[in-house]
């Protein structure tokens, strides 16, 4: 899973998959955001990239969050009365 303030993946968090694979990982699993496979402006596009190079990987890309209705939806749903 990306944390938010990580953008240069290929810093952190590609390195940190490396080197879990060179420990011996045989599968690694990655939280995404949907649209990140055809989206390279997303950092999670980079991630996903670097892990189909190698093998042993899942890629997870769930469509909405829950937190999502706590901070960046909150207002329209209150203005709106709707979800």
Known sequence: MRPPPISK??????????AAR?????QITFLSVAGAGKNSIVPHHGVEKHLQK???????RPGFFAQNLQ???LRDIVKDDRI
């Open 54 to 60: 190698g093998e042993g990987y899942t890629i997870l």
């Open 22 to 26: 060179a420990v011996g990982v045989r």
């Open 9 to 18: 993946v290929e810093e952190t968090l590609n390195p940190s998959c490396d």
């Open 71 to 73: 901070d960046a939806y």
